[in-house]
């Protein structure tokens, strides 16, 4: 497909176990984005890719959360010993990184719904 | 502490009334506010962008004003549809220098009735 797509699209799972999450950027965007929306609440930043260089990871909640981007594509987002307060809604974006213009539209994907019980 | 609020959180209007979305943000360096639209269960998409010396954009019956003076932004809808019933978020990206990282408001919920 031409969009972002992630999977799975629900997750439930026990408190305690690892879980992973997986997003498919759109072709040849270099920049990807992980993001958390909480219900009733805004969208989180959590974590930045862009090309080969080191991620920021200044949004991260915590050190049981982890991404990964292999091949400067597909991205994984961990999260381990999960707690209920993880549960949410996962979302990744891309975008190019054509010019620096600062004004490159980031493309969601549909969001993975991770319930934690 | 970079901000963005939007009001109101909720709003319930008729088919066919026009509505103003509002956001006010504290965002610095400020490169462009964008508006999303995100249906239930979908991801955001986005609906206009505008930068620091933009201060209208218009994408069919939606039109966005930037006022960078006052860092307040408004989203008006024109002849609301059904369709239109969804959550709009403000957002202020920092720009290239500041890594392109994005400032979310809370977002308002608007529920457009027959």
């Known amino acids: 497909g031409a969009g972002v797509s992630q999977s799975p699209s629900n997750k439930v799972t026990e408190k305690g176990k690892d879980v992973e999450l997986r997003c498919d950027p759109i072709?040849?965007?270099?920049?990807l984005y992980w993001y958390r929306q909480s219900l009733g609440q805004g969208l989180e930043f959590l974590i930045y890719f862009q090309g080969n260089s080191a991620p920021d990871k200044s949004g991260l909640p915590s050190d049981r959360f982890s991404a990964e981007r292999t091949g400067g594509s597909v991205s994984t987002l961990t999260i381990q010993r999960t707690q209920q307060e993880d549960s949410a809604v996962y979302l990744c974006?891309?975008?190019?990184?054509?010019?620096?213009?600062?004004?490159?539209?980031?493309?969601f994907g549909p969001g993975t719904r991770l319930l934690v019980l | 502490k970079n901000q963005v609020e939007q009001s109101p959180q909720s709003l319930i209007i008729l088919e066919g009334k026009n509505c103003t979305l509002q956001?006010?943000?504290?965002?610095?360096?400020?490169?462009?506010l964008r508006w999303y639209k995100q249906d239930t269960g979908r991801g955001p998409v986005s609906l206009t962008i505008?930068?620091?010396?933009?201060n209208t954009k218009s994408n069919g019956r939606y039109t966005a004003t930037l006022d960078a003076d006052t860092k307040q932004s408004s989203l008006h809808i024109t002849a609301s549809q059904l369709s239109d019933s969804a959550s709009y978020i403000c957002v202020v990206s920092g720009g290239y220098n500041a890594g392109n990282m994005l400032t979310f408001g809370g977002g308002t919920r608007l529920m457009v009735k027959p």
């Open positions: 505008m930068t620091f010396s933009e």
């Open positions: 072709s040849g965007h270099t920049a």
């Open positions: 974006a891309s975008s190019s990184r054509a010019g620096t213009s600062g004004q490159e539209t980031q493309y």
């Open positions: 956001c006010n943000y504290t965002v610095s360096p400020f490169s462009n």
